[in-house]
C-alpha cells in the first residue's frame, strides 16, 4: 500500500485525501486540515427540540399530562431526533474535504464519553459534539475543564447525585483514571476529596453550574495541595502531575497508528506534548510527520467507518442512506452516541471478532454485486460462499484501474493501493481471478477486476492499516 493511501486512511475514513497528501506533502496536508474552515450549524432535527431547563421541565410535564398514545408520539420523536443526529454527523464525517478534524472529534467523542441512551436530552449530546470539534485542535488542559462540567457529562456520570452530604464518586473518578492520569497514578483520598470538589455541580442552562445549598465549601486535599477547591482548580492541579501527558498520547497513537504502540514513543511524545503546554495541534503534526516517514504499515485494525467508508469510496458508491451506514455501526459494535461504556468502544481486536468479520465478508459480497447494505442483510448472514438471498436496492458500483493494464499491472495496483503486504499464495490467488488473458477494454472487465476487489476485502491484510 503506498503510503498516500495509508495515511489518508489513518487520519480520514478513506482513501480521497492521497493525492493532496502526495501534492504538498505530509506536513503541509495536516496544517491544511488543521486550518480547513468548518461549519458548526445546529442540526434541523434539534430545532425543535428542549434546550433549557425550563423547556425540559415543561416537556416533562406535557408528558405526564397526556394519554397513553400521545406519550409514545412525544417519546418516538426524542428517539427519532437522535438517530436523525447520527446521520447529520455521518455526512458530515463522508463529506468533508478534510475530515481529520471529525476524525478527531470521534476521538475526543470515545475519549470524554458521554450517551444519548443515559443523557436522554439530544441537545446536550449534540453540546458535546459542538465543543469537542470547536476545541478538536486545541488546548487538552482547557478541553478538560470544558467537558467535565458540561449537563452531558454531570448527567452521564451521576455528578446530579453529587451533594455536599451525599458523595458521588463517579465524575471524580473518571476524571482520574479515563481522562487525565490512568490507573496507578492517583489515590483513593484522591477521589474522595474530588468528589468533594465536584459536590453540587449540576445542570444548568448552557453548562453545569454550581449549587449553593449542595457544594462543600470545606477544604480539601489534593494531590497533596489544600484548599476549597472546585472542577477548574481540580484540573489544574492533575495537570501538574508528571504523568499527565502519556494517557492522552497512547490513546492518540492508538487512534490513530497503532493498537499497540511502544512506551517509548508514549513518552517521547507525551513529553513533547508537555513541552508544547498540552497543545493538541502540533502534536498531531509532530506525529503524523514523525510516523509517516517509518514504515508501520498493517499495525492498526480497521475500525467499521474506515472499513465501510473505504469501500463506498473505491466503488464509486453515491448517496448510501446515512441511516443503513448507523446501523451498519451499530451492527459492528461502533454505535455512534453509544458506547458500551464510559470507556468508550476498545479498537484493536475487538474490531475484528469471528461476527465481525462474517458480517464485512457479507457487505462486502453486497457491494462488489451491486447490491446495498440492508437491515435484511444483516438480519441474514450468509454462510462461506453463499450469496444472500434477499431483494436488495441495486446500486451502480464501479473500480479505478487502468483500462490499458494487463492482469498482473491491475492486480499490482489494486495491490499498492488496498494491502499493505501480499505473499504468495494470495498473489496466485488474483492471478487466478484475474488471469494471463485478461482483456481490461472488455465491455464486462470491471465485473472480473470487482471479484478480485472483493477477495481482497477478505484477505487478513485488508483488515489492517
Not at 491544511?32 to 425543535?48: G, T
Not at 492517583?186 to 448552557?206: C, F, H, P, S, V
Amino acid at each position: 500500500m503506498n503510503k498516500s493511501n495509508l495515511w489518508s486512511l489513518r487520519m480520514g475514513f478513506s482513501s480521497k485525501q492521497s493525492s493532496q497528501i502526495d501534492a504538498v506533502g505530509i506536513t503541509n496536508f495536516v496544517k491544511k486540515s488543521i486550518q480547513a474552515p468548518f461549519e458548526n450549524d445546529m442540526p434541523d432535527c434539534l430545532k425543535d427540540d428542549p434546550k433549557t431547563l425550563a423547556e425540559l421541565k415543561e416537556l416533562r410535564q406535557s408528558i405526564k399530562n397526556s394519554d397513553s398514545e400521545e406519550q409514545k408520539k412525544i417519546i418516538k420523536k426524542q428517539i427519532r431526533n437522535s438517530i436523525e443526529l447520527k446521520k447529520w454527523w455521518i455526512e458530515r464525517m463522508q463529506n468533508e474535504s478534510f475530515p481529520l478534524r471529525e476524525k478527531m472529534v470521534l476521538f475526543w467523542h470515545n475519549h470524554f464519553v458521554t450517551t444519548s441512551q443515559k443523557v436522554k436530552v439530544n441537545y446536550w449530546v449534540y453540546q458535546n459534539n459542538y465543543l469537542l470539534r470547536e476545541n478538536a485542535f486545541g488546548n487538552f488542559k482547557k478541553l478538560t475543564k470544558v467537558m467535565i462540567q458540561t449537563n452531558a457529562m454531570v448527567r452521564y456520570l451521576d455528578n446530579v447525585d453529587n451533594k455536599k452530604d451525599k458523595i458521588n464518586e463517579n465524575l471524580s473518578r473518571e476524571l482520574l483514571e479515563l481522562f487525565t492520569l490512568g490507573i496507578g497514578n492517583y489515590t483513593e483520598d484522591d477521589i474522595k476529596n474530588g468528589a468533594r470538589a465536584l459536590a453540587g455541580l449540576n445542570l444548568g442552562e448552557q453548562e453545569a453550574v454550581y449549587r449553593r445549598f449542595l457544594e462543600d465549601n470545606s477544604d480539601k486535599t489534593y494531590f497533596g495541595k489544600k484548599g476549597n477547591f472546585k472542577a477548574n482548580d481540580l484540573v489544574d492541579i492533575i495537570f501538574e502531575q508528571k504523568n499527565i501527558p502519556y494517557l492522552i498520547t497512547r490513546k492518540i497513537l492508538k487512534w490513530f497508528i497503532y493498537d499497540n504502540p511502544k512506551e517509548e514513543l508514549v513518552t517521547y511524545y507525551g513529553d513533547y506534548l508537555r513541552k508544547v503546554k498540552f497543545e493538541i495541534e502540533p502534536l498531531l503534526i509532530k506525529i503524523f510527520t514523525e510516523e509517516f516517514a517509518k514504515e508501520n504499515a498493517g499495525s492498526k485494525i480497521k475500525d467499521p467507518l474506515v472499513y465501510l467508508f473505504q469501500m463506498i469510496d473505491e466503488l464509486h458508491i453515491e448517496n448510501t442512506p446515512s441511516a443503513l451506514i448507523a446501523f451498519y455501526l451499530r451492527q459492528q459494535g461502533m454505535d455512534l452516541f453509544n458506547q458500551p461504556n464510559v470507556k468508550g468502544w476498545d479498537g484493536g481486536n475487538s474490531w475484528l471478532t469471528s461476527q465481525i468479520y462474517l458480517q464485512r465478508n457479507n457487505v462486502s459480497d453486497l457491494l462488489c454485486n451491486g447490491r446495498n447494505i440492508s437491515r435484511k442483510a444483516f438480519n441474514k448472514v450468509p454462510d462461506e460462499g453463499e450469496q444472500p438471498e434477499i431483494e436488495l436496492e441495486k446500486i451502480n458500483v464501479k473500480l479505478d484501474f487502468d483500462s490499458n493494464g494487463n492482469n498482473k499491472k491491475i492486480i499490482a495496483e489494486l495491490r499498492n493501493r488496498l494491502l499493505f503486504q501480499v505473499d504468495e499464495n494470495t498473489q496466485k490467488d488474483m492471478e487466478n481471478l484475474l488471469k494471463y488473458d485478461f482483456d481490461a477494454k472488455d465491455k464486462n472487465a470491471n465485473y472480473a477486476v470487482l471479484r478480485v476487489f472483493n477477495y481482497i476485502t477478505k484477505t487478513p491484510e485488508y483488515q489492517l492499516i
